[in-house]
């Protein structure tokens, strides 16, 4: 573990802002500009960057140092340091948040902290550098200086001195000797990428001193090099650049970044230091002249006015999200520049076609404009013309196919509603919020019908639409589609499909059309054969040789897909596979490689964006839906991230992708060697997590571009004031971990592999990578604690268990095994050797154990406040310390709270802080200085569902939505709290302020208490918040509702079946048991008995016993999952019809009810059961029992709001009746 003992020192800004943080650089003190720069990668090439030089520069990425450094004396074929920008490092010094100590890279050689004592310049990490760039955003220009104790410094501005004197080189270089077209260079500060890319063209580059007279020289072509600080310090370049502006000579000048604002000073325009500099790798310029737009790297803090340039000059880029001036050009002569960098390096690789354009303005000869050799303007995209428009939902829920479809398909009604285009909407999901039938955000007319050719030709017959949504409803609709098209229902009738063609959805889900398309663009793919019967897979594996991957055609969740290692296995799943489809691809296996996916977007204008980025914690191998997931990738150069970026973009642009889509790689972890794994032309489980992650409503924007609409024109939600045309920038780290239930299927195999078998997933906020990835796996299951080695519901390691084993074989429990494997002191090696995960994540893994160990060796008395913070700092819960401190999670909080250890309240603002945000999108972290929003409106707060799983699923995202909706009608102030990225009570926009966090009791209050609210709704969500409601109760939260008290007594099965005997309320016998006295009470009453633990939510650990060997076996497991509640025992009732009673009470009064039927006797969980409504086999007499028996429930448990009654019915008499949350409550709506 990264101990605090590092030495000290202070960043003091000009304002007396004084902030603490932790060399891990050269202790030495340095004064200079603060910037920041807010790329997510490229670390080495940004340091090196020269118009860094004089600046202090604050990386807003949360994490620093994980790939390390690479051999910084490398050079390449020119004598060119081979993995840098410049020579050495420019930064005057560098401000971060967390610093990894470990590094892992193939490519790494050493530490960042090792380079920087080299280069002597000084760091901190543990700086709260989001609070940080907020202040530079706002005030513009901040001198600041790092400061160690004895070293007093001065403040310095370093951009009132000539700093491309400095940097530039003091000799005439020449590179790329005997190429054909002689290029001077005029090095103010010029990236090494620049040089490489001339030569690479066939240039031979003469890179001069910022003040050589080159009037006179020979040339083919003129480039202006970016470079540091104010341009008007170099008059001499200035005149220079005059000169040949105002001579006849007509060679290109192609001017970049310092070089943009040189040529327009000296063509007589003026400058102006930006009230925000643009520094990142994410800014979209749009090109003047043919209107498309690229996303660029950029580093300046000066622009020209376009305002102020002289006749026969004119704007050829302009920033689309602030209109600042970006490039220009004349418009007789062959000159023209960009502010941006094309050269990139760090940073999107868009406009390098501009080297392009300076090679052709070369061999076209003088006197030739640059509007003759850039990319002309495509054909003008126009809206598309609808006004009614069919949206496939993806029906019932489905493992790889759950929630994240409502949430895709609500955003898609918005989207169309804003547009005014009215919507019909096809989905049999009544669980869904999108099929609500009236509310400012549902569609005109929803269709309760199955999702398939037949139906949706009829009520295209019935509504006549004259447009179609495939992408928003999964696989089910995608399916549907493809199959309309091919019978000629949507051209007979006139049915546009919107977005992406099904010609292209074909060819991405066609697996032979896949492989020819990318083949097409030479694309990489892994060896692989389309075919269509086993005899053609057995020869396509032989050829190949094992190991093989299968994957169907048209297929959800990995179904059908799986690895083979010989014959045997590829004949059993290949036979297995083609009964569900009719085509497989047999591919080379990858396993073991990188995982990575990508989300894009194009518009029909061909502008294409990168949205998110996010890498696999589980190699290849495991589905990604059952995979651990971190957004942004962590583990990847620049170089590989832009090269995967590169073959991103060329996919979707060649397979007319317009709208959203997904691509997955698998990328080799120890070269630049990798694969396309598939191509998703729709919305995804996947996109659902980037939209949550990143704060970019993918599914809105696609229904948008569907529409025709080009990105420049969608304004980012979350801003306000930035166009959707940008790639997000993230100063926090998320991390998905999928949620399984395999423990409910008695023999079910643990192991998990390419066919998904999570039934949901959790979304965690945090950063650094062990707060985030703690948050997920607390998120995930209430029981869990963190990153440690005990199983969830207190289950046991097996005796036998076989460690090596468990870390082989990828579980749904590996990452415990883990934990374990740590906690034994097993070496990061070996676990990574086992489980091919990369040693980055194991090396955060291995901080937390040791923080662990390190706090089980203090005690509450002795724990140091800096001790404190930095557990809390790496994820570690109140209750988790206490354990490790020997306190109750109660004497724990206290003992945080008694030393001030308070979280802090940042937002999502999708550009890390570059623009103010104007969404409420919040998360709690213990890495900060300072809150992000002030707490004003005191509002009332609704806890959500969770994670889904067996027994909640969307349908209490429905009543937790309804609600929130309902509360803001009533101009409730509404503080929503969950972390389910599937769902549509996390879109950002549902209510005033989305804390995306944890449902536990420690952030609840915290919360809770610093929004001050007014009460808290926890009946709307399921389980989760139910057990959180005594505890809450008992720390003083106002629950609104039924009484916790009232809530534990009914929950409490011991206690709820006493008081139905107080009120002679019928019910079968009954006992609360332990180990002793089960057996001898189920031999008084007779087998089968039914087993029933207390707050447990559909039926979990729930049996029907028939002998005395299963009671002993179910009572354990039913003592597991509720230790702190009594187990009841009762006669199983058998021949019983079951009826449910759905009712809303108000203070112990019953104001509305609906009564259903279970179609199958008692004995089948509510969760699985047919239901008729209203009730068909039921006396008269027995449903008039039922309603007088849910009236004296509800008086004596003093309900008020919804609740569920389960009653046994044998001929006209109720035996018996249960009390449970809801999971019908959006059937009856």
């Known amino acids: 573990l990264k101990k605090r003992s590092a030495q000290t020192a202070n960043l003091v800004l000009e304002d007396g802002t004084k902030m603490t943080g932790y060399s891990f650089g050269h202790p030495s003190s340095t004064a200079g500009e603060v910037v920041f720069n807010t790329g997510l990668a490229g670390n080495t090439e940004t340091l090196t960057d020269p118009s860094y030089h004089g600046q202090i520069l604050t990386l807003v990425n949360p994490i620093i140092g994980n790939g390390g450094v690479p051999d910084t004396a490398a050079l390449d074929e020119m004598g060119l340091s081979r993995f840098l920008e410049s020579e050495g490092i420019k930064v005057s010094g560098l401000l971060v948040l967390d610093y990894s100590n470990e590094y892992s890279h193939w490519r790494a050689v050493k530490t960042l902290a090792e380079w920087l004592k080299e280069e002597k310049v000084p760091a901190l990490y543990g700086i709260d550098t989001r609070m940080l760039s907020k202040i530079i955003r706002n005030k513009g220009t901040v001198l600041g200086k790092i400061e160690f104790e004895g070293q007093p410094v001065q403040f310095l501005d370093p951009n009132k001195r000539n700093l491309i004197a400095e940097i530039s080189t003091k000799e005439v270089k020449v590179y790329g000797k005997g190429n054909p077209i002689k290029i001077v260079a005029v090095d103010c500060g010029l990236k090494h990428n620049a040089i490489r890319l001339l030569v690479k063209r066939g240039a031979e580059v003469h890179l001069v001193p910022w003040n050589h007279d080159f009037t006179r020289l020979e040339y083919d072509g003129l480039l202006l090099s970016g470079g540091p600080g104010d341009p008007t310090q170099a008059q001499e370049l200035i005149e220079n650049v005059r000169k040949v502006l105002q001579s006849d000579r007509q060679e290109p000048l192609f001017g970049i970044s310092l070089g943009n604002l040189i040529t327009g000073l000296a063509a007589g325009a003026s400058s102006y230091k930006m009230p925000m500099a643009n520094r990142g790798q994410n800014q979209p310029v749009v090109n003047m002249m043919n209107g498309q737009a690229f996303i660029t790297a950029q580093n300046h803090g000066y622009a020209i006015d376009s305002n102020s340039l002289p006749p026969g000059w004119k704007p050829l880029f302009v920033n689309a999200n602030d209109q600042t001036n970006e490039g220009i050009m004349h418009e007789t002569k062959p000159i023209f520049t960009a502010q941006f960098y094309p050269e990139a390096n760090p940073g999107p690789t868009d406009t390098e076609f501009l080297f392009d354009s300076f090679i052709s303005l070369i061999k076209k000869g003088k006197g030739t404009s640059i509007a003759s050799v850039l990319p002309k303007a495509t054909a003008a995209t126009s809206r598309v013309e609808v006004s009614k428009v069919l949206i496939l939902g993806s029906g019932g829920l489905c493992i790889g196919q759950a929630g994240e479809f409502d949430y895709s398909g609500s955003q898609a009604v918005k989207a169309m509603k804003e547009e005014n285009v ?52 999964g696989q089910t609709a995608l399916n549907c589609g493809v199959e309309l098209f091919k019978r000629g229902i949507l051209q007979e009738y006139g049915v546009k499909v919107l977005g992406t063609s099904v010609e292209s959805i074909m060819a991405t889900e066609d697996r032979q059309m896949f492989l020819d398309k990318l083949n097409e663009i030479n694309e990489k793919i892994a060896p692989s054969f389309a075919v269509e019967s086993t005899d053609d897979a057995l020869e396509a594996a032989e050829k190949i040789g094992y190991p093989v991957m299968i994957r169907s055609a048209y297929a959800l969740g990995g179904l059908g897909s799986g690895l083979c290692h010989d014959k045997e296995q590829l004949l059993n799943l290949s036979t297995k596979a083609f009964a569900m489809t009719n085509q497989i691809l047999v591919e080379k296996s990858v396993a073991g490689w990188k995982e990575i996916e990508y989300e894009v977007v194009r518009d029909a204008a061909d502008s294409c964006v990168t949205v998110c980025n996010m890498e696999n914690v589980d190699a290849m191998g495991v589905h990604t839906g059952d995979s651990i997931v971190v957004a942004p990738s962590q583990t990847l150069s620049n170089e590989e991230l832009q090269m995967l970026r590169e073959s991103t973009i060329k996919v979707v642009r060649h397979l007319n992708i317009v709208g959203e889509c997904n691509i997955q790689y698998a990328l080799h972890p120890a070269s630049l060697e990798y694969c396309i794994i598939e191509v998703n032309a729709r919305l995804s489980r996947s996109s659902a997590l980037a939209s949550k992650a990143t704060g970019y409503p993918l599914a809105f924007i696609a229904a948008k571009i569907a529409l025709g609409i080009p990105l420049l024109e969608i304004e980012n939600a979350v801003s306000g004031k930035t166009t959707a045309c940008f790639e997000p920038s993230l100063d926090y780290i998320v991390t998905k971990v999928p949620r399984w239930d395999l423990d409910r299927f008695q023999g079910a195999s643990r192991q998990i592999g390419s066919s998904m078998k999570s039934v949901g997933e959790v979304m965690a906020i945090g950063r650094t990578f062990e707060e985030s990835f703690q948050k997920a796996l607390r998120m995930c299951h209430p029981s869990v604690d963190g990153f440690a080695a005990s199983l969830p519901v207190n289950q046991e390691w097996p005796a036998n268990m076989d460690l090596r084993k468990e870390l082989a074989e990828a579980s749904s429990t590996r990452v415990f095994a883990m934990a374990k494997a740590l906690n034994d002191n097993n070496p990061v090696d070996y676990i990574h050797k086992l489980t091919a995960i990369d040693k980055w994540f194991i090396y955060k893994m291995h901080n937390i154990v040791n923080m662990e160990k390190s706090l089980k060796s203090l005690n509450s008395e002795s724990i140091p406040e800096e001790s404190l913070r930095r557990a809390k700092a790496i994820g570690f819960s109140d209750k988790q310390i206490g354990k490790c401190l020997g306190v109750t999670e109660a004497q724990s909080r206290e003992l945080r709270l008694r030393k001030n250890v308070t979280p802090w309240v940042k937002q999502i603002d999708t550009l890390a802080g570059e623009y103010p945000a104007v969404t409420n999108y919040l998360y709690v972290t213990y890495n900060g200085q300072e809150h992000d929003v002030k707490f004003d409106d005191h509002g009332t707060m609704v806890l959500g569902c969770g994670p889904y799983h067996i027994g909640s699923s969307v349908e209490f995202d429905w009543c937790a939505v309804s609600c929130i909706r309902t509360l803001r009608q009533l101009c409730k102030k509404t503080v929503v709290v969950n972390c389910n990225p599937e769902t549509v009570s996390t879109d950002f926009d549902e209510c005033d302020r989305l804390y995306f966090d944890e449902l536990s009791l420690e952030r609840i209050l915290d919360i809770y208490q610093q929004e001050e609210c007014d009460g808290c709704i926890i009946s709307v969500g399921g389980q989760i918040p139910n057990n959180l409601a005594v505890p809450l109760y008992r720390n003083g939260v106002r629950i609104m509702g039924t009484n916790p008290l009232q809530i534990d007594r009914a929950e409490d099965r011991s206690t709820f079946s006493a008081v139905l005997d107080e009120l002679q309320i019928a019910q079968a016998p009954w006992k609360a048991v332990n180990s002793l006295n089960a057996v001898e009470f189920a031999n008084l009453v007779g087998y089968p008995c039914l087993l029933r633990p207390s707050y447990v939510l559909s039926g979990s650990a729930m049996n029907v016993v028939h002998t005395e060997k299963e009671m002993k076996k179910f009572l354990a497991e039913a003592t597991r999952v509720s230790q702190e509640h009594p ?57 008039e029992k039922v309603k007088i028996a849910t009236r004296k429930i509800a008086d004596a448990f003093a309900i008020s709001g919804p609740f569920n009654v389960q009653f046994l019915i044998r001929g006209n008499e109720v035996l018996n009746c249960r009390l449970s949350a809801s999971v019908l409550a959006q059937y009856w709506a």
């Open 1127 to 1183: 187990v009841v025992l009762t006669k199983f009732i058998e021949g019983a019809r079951e009826v449910e009673m759905d009712a809303v009470a108000k203070n112990g009064k019953v104001i509305c009810h609906a009564v259903s039927e279970h179609v199958e006797d008692a004995g089948v969980h509510s969760g699985d059961a047919t239901l008729m409504f209203p009730a068909q086999t039921i006396s008269q007499g027995a449903l």
């Open 422 to 473: 009215k919507t019909v909407l096809m989905n049999p999901n009544i669980a869904s919020v999108q099929t609500n039938e009236v509310g400012l955000k549902q569609a005109d007319r929803v269709y309760f019908l199955p999702i398939t050719p037949q139906f949706v030709t009829e009520v295209i017959k019935a509504e006549r639409p004259d447009g179609l949504i495939l992408g928003m409803g």
